[in-house]
């Protein structure tokens, strides 16, 4: 071997060299890159009605609340009458499962009462809802369920 093939071997390393670093650091990217996806993934997992998003004291008021604006239409079961749709049970369960309960948060404060759209306080038609959530069995939690527009879009309404 004369010392010119030598010197082009080591030359011929190079690109090598070169190709495993960058190698190694988009494998770290990838690494990288992977535990940010998942740690967001965790973050925006969608709540459901199942995971007790309300409390019973917030049910509670939501009844006494219910009794003075709705249960005239909507019956004190929830079961309906006349034109207004039951709020309980299958039917119910058929138009809401799969919504968010900022939907149905926004349905309640701007079209009920019927008679008297937009006159509940934003704490009545919340505490209501909570009472619709009891009435159609999903659990309650430790703590009262909040009424930003960020927390009740993402809480969907779980099919059973
Ligand atoms: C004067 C009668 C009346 C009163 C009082 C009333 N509702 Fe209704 N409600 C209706 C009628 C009729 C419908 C169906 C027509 C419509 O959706 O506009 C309805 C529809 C609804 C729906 C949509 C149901 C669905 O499956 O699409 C919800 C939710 C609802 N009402 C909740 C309430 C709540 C909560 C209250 C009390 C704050 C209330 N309503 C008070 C008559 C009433």
Known sequence: MSSGQKMNLQGDRRPFVIGL??????GMIAILSGSAVR?????DAPKSTKDGVYSADQAKRGKDAYSQN????????????????PLAGDTFMDDWGGHTLGELNDTIQNTMPLD???SLSPSDALDILTYILQANSF???????KGDSNTLKGIVISTK
């Not at 004190?76 to 749709?85: E, I, R």
């Not at 659990?139 to 369920?145: R, S």
């Open 139 to 145: 659990p309650t939690g430790k703590t009262d369920l």
């Open 70 to 85: 709705c249960s005239s239409c909507h019956m004190d079961d929830l079961s309906g009458s006349g034109q207004a749709p």
């Open 39 to 43: 740690s967001l993934h965790a973050a």
């Open 21 to 26: 670093l960058a190698f190694l650091f988009a």
């Open 116 to 118: 008297k759209p937009g």
